[in-house]
């Protein structure tokens, strides 16, 4: 994987494996492998550098697990965390949760929400996440259509409103989730334009994995929220 990787032209690959009630691992089970795929890959050539971390799924625990220095943040700054929703359950608590964590010092980025029904079904809720201050960041893959077409609009449509600040590869093997970004970037850039492409490619993870600040874009409103909120003030006008 790190030689897909660094074949496809990524510099920095941020280890995130779970942590949740699958996948039991804490801040023990995660350096030690870590630092031996590191040698290796140092051993073997690979231009490559690895940063480590998790990809840490809700629970009600996660402030005091921070602070007992059982989980990963990125690059174990404890500035940023990688912070998963259940795909399909109905979801309790996220406001409470990003805003608790924000209250302790530490970013959540929110991963894949265009693959979690909750938010697929309502990027609105994403909205109000992303404006008490977490980050956005989607898979590539589902911007190229490899999770459905519905993840892909989705995924489109929360980078239009400003809801997304990442893209990440979120790979797990070598064949059918690899490590390669370059021809979603390009996609991206295609779309948008290039500056928009590299501040989700480049800049704003590069930042997060520094631990220094992000200022990004204000969210934009649903169209429909708008238009409720206007009908509300104004009146829905006469009848046509």
Not at 64 to 87: A, H, N, Q, S, W
Not at 142 to 155: A, I, N, Y
Request: glycine residues 8%.
């Amino acid at each position: 994987m790190c030689r897909i990787a660094a074949a496809d032209g990524i510099e920095t690959i941020v280890c995130t494996p779970h942590i949740d009630f699958r996948y039991v691992n804490k801040r023990t089970t995660i350096e030690g492998p870590f630092e031996r795929l590191k040698e290796q890959v140092r051993e073997a050539g690979i231009a490559l550098k690895l940063v480590k971390g998790a990809e840490v799924h809700m629970a009600p625990d996660i402030i005091v697990k921070l602070r007992e220095k059982e989980l990963m943040t990125y690059d174990d700054i404890g500035r940023y965390l990688l912070l998963e929703f259940p795909f399909q359950q109905v979801i309790t608590g996220a406001e409470e949760m990003v805003y608790k964590l924000r209250l302790s010092g530490v970013t959540p980025v929110i991963a894949h929400p265009e693959r979690i029904g909750y938010f697929m079904d309502d990027p609105d809720r994403l909205f109000k996440l992303i404006r008490l201050g977490a980050l956005g960041q989607v898979t590539g893959g589902s911007l190229m259509g490899q999770f459905g077409d519905k993840s892909q609009r989705v995924g489109f449509t929360m980078i239009e409103r400003n809801l997304v600040h990442a893209v990440a590869s979120d790979a797990h093997d070598t064949s059918y989730r690899r490590p390669e970004l370059a021809e979603v970037a390009q996609e991206v850039g295609r779309r948008y334009d290039e500056a928009r492409a590299r501040s989700m490619f480049f800049d704003t993870p590069r930042a997060i994995v520094a631990g220094e600040d992000v200022d990004p874009p204000e969210p934009i409103e649903s169209p429909r929220r708008v238009k409720k909120f206007l009908e509300g003030w104004f009146g829905k006008g006469p009848a046509s």
